[in-house]
């Protein structure tokens, strides 16, 4: 066993950056296990780390830029390549003006040293206000949240879990999805353990989730009803004058405000529609006023859904108004050795509403406009239709709502780009596909995720194997588009120097935080537990925070017509539809990997019992699920998991029916749950997509 080698990095797949100790000969893996000594995952991985390796020598991976002939996808070279970008995007810019080329960004930007930090560069060379991510499919709501009372969309706060005693979950699943706005590996030992200090986990879903389970209790709740949950849960606290802003008072204005808003939202009054009643409502209200400290935590269930920008407001209301924020156990700003919000001075205007987008006048926020209204802008002809895109790591005709929509308007489209691993469903439309290094080729720091960290460390990874001649990372890809698009030579930057800047300008410089520091720490850096730090992160022009920005109140009319409307009762379909996540997918894209994908097929429609046999469906039948969208015909699962009323599908699925080259996915090709979801459907106040909550019928297949 001389010959092998041990490689420490960290996993960049999910947020929860869980250390890894590699084994390898060569370039074959001997194995992937948790590195103990990471002082940030303390020894916790999960199946998608081992799979690292498949990535690697997927032989379905992409290794050349690929051009679209009439004859089919050929090889052509990277000068080829970034020639014909250069040319033609310019052209289209010249003729319809500078927007008409537009940008969508996926998830695995946000894992991605690189992209992290020349994206910013790649923008400002495209010259288009035309930009989407995945974040308005995901967390805007927090960001926007964020912004309102904090000054800044990334002054997020995240919940304190290794202290805590008190953790209300709602809408999220993090023994599946491992933390979410909440990155901590090993969530079940974290939830463990905060039950055996005697605290309490309580988990507000649709679904008895995996979470669920192991917490202390599961409510119930209807969905989307979340944002009437919390107004009631702060009714009860003034009601009962219960408000005990501690340590924030000073901070904070606009209390009576947010009272008055409360005011119509009594546990009573919303027992009903929210599926609670109103004895659990005051009960989890006082066991949250109560405990020593406590912590509301909404994630994906609370913010994809129509009510997510309501719903984030006040879950940081109820923090605050028990003085939960800022405060050991409650929610916590991380302070990060690469610190994203560095760089932002108090009382910086927002972008929040900078524009509004051509088509349904829907909001810019942190440089960008909502996924949700990307296919309205390609196909809705006039001054400013998008005539061109260019997607880097994102797979949006699987991942944004109504994504059938989208793969016939790229069809649609004069030119398109992608930067990505795959030929897949979306980048199967594109003219020409640049394949980046992926996993285990690349250097990592996880530039995004330390800012949302339930402890404060850092480390870098170097690269485990080198790339192949010929091959590119994704930065290097961002400067060889940045180069076509303006001819400015290269500024001889590179990820390592950026960050080295930044760690060298952050708060840990006296400690001497530097790329070299971690370069001599391979397990990493531990840097404490979080800390109460609001003066230094708070980015509100007076230093102040406002409880009740006129922008909430004034969705406050749409929330009470929800008590009076019930979605349930709609006759044509009768179902809501939410989403569930798998422990081995992340998305749409790993579904290549043999060890990710063996066992039976997990895509299937879970059905309370008591539903099924309304409709004399038996377990493991076909069923089709149509929406005003769509249709899918999937197996149904029947259990007691989920409330009446409720069915769940798997997100990220979808392959291989669109003849794309994933061979392994297409063993397993799933239905896509965003033939079903509806682009129109958003919260109205940020424009994230309502994934959650969807109208369907179902019927025997
Ligand atoms: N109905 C429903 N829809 C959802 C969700 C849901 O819960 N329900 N979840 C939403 C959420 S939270 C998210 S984040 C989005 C995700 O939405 P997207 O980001 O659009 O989807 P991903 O599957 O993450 O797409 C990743 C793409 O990047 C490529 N890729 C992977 N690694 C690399 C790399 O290193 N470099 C490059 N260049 N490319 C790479 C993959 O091949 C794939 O094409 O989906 C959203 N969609
Ligand atoms: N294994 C795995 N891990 C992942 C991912 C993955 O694809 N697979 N994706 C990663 C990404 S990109 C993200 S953003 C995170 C997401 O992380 P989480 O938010 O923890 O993950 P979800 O499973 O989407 O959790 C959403 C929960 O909300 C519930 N829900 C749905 N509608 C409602 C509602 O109206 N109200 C309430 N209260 N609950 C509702 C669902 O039942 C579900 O349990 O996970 C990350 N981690
Ligand atoms: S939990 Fe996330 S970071 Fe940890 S091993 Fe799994 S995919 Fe990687
Ligand atoms: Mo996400």
Known sequence: MSDVQTHFRTCNICEAMCGLEIKHRGEEIVSIKPDPLDPFSRGHICPKAVALQDFYHDPER??????????????????????????????????????????????????????????????????????????????????????????????????????TDYLLIIGGNPVVSNGSMMSGAGMPGRIKDIQQRGGKVVVIDPRRTETAKIASEHVFIRPEKDALLLMAMIHTLFAEQRINLRHLAPLCDGLADIEQAAAPFSPEQVAETVGISAVDIRRLTDEFASAPSAVCYSRMGASTQSFGGLCQWLTLVLNILTGNLDRQGGAMFPQPAFDLLGSVKPGKPSSYGRHQSRVRQLPFFNGEFPIATLADEIETAGDGQIKALITIAGNPVLSAPNGDRLDRAFAGLDFMVSVDIYLNETTKHADIILPATTGLEIAHFDVFFNSFAVSNTAKYSPPMFAKKPGQKHDWEILKGLIACLTGAPDNGATPELLLDMGLKAGRYKEQGMSLQRLLDNPHGIDLGPLQPCISERLRTADGRIALAPAFY???????????????????????????????RNHNTWTHNAHRLIKGKNPVTLQMHSADAARLQ?????????????????????????????VVSVPQGWGHNHRNTAMSVAAKQPGISINSLTCDQRVDPLTGNAALNGVAVAIHAA
């Open 553 to 583: 109140l004034n969705d406050l009319p749409r929330l009470q017509a929800a008590l009076e409307e019930d979605a349930t009762q709609r006759a044509d379909y009768p179902f809501q539809m939410i989403s569930r996540r798998l422990v």
């Open 62 to 163: 992409l290794k050349t830029p690929l051009r679209k002939t009439a004859e089919g996808w050929q090889a052509i070279s990277w000068e080829d390549a970034f020639s014909e970008i250069g040319s033609r995007v310019r052209a289209l810019q010249a003729e319809h003006g500078q927007d008409c080329v537009a940008a969508y960004m996926g998830n695995p930007n946000a894992h991605n040293l690189g992209n992290a930090l020349f994206l910013p560069q790649f923008m400002k060379a495209l010259g288009s206000k035309n930009r989407y991510s995945s974040a308005s499919a995901d967390q805007l709501p927090h960001h926007v949240a964020a912004n309102f009372l904090f000054g800044a969309g990334m002054a997020i706060s995240v919940p304190d879990i290794n202290r």
């Open 617 to 645: 469906l038996s377990a493991g039948q076909a069923v089709t699920v149509r929406s005003a969208t769509g249709q899918v015909t999937l197996d149904v699962e029947i259990n007691d998991d989920i409330l009446q009323g």
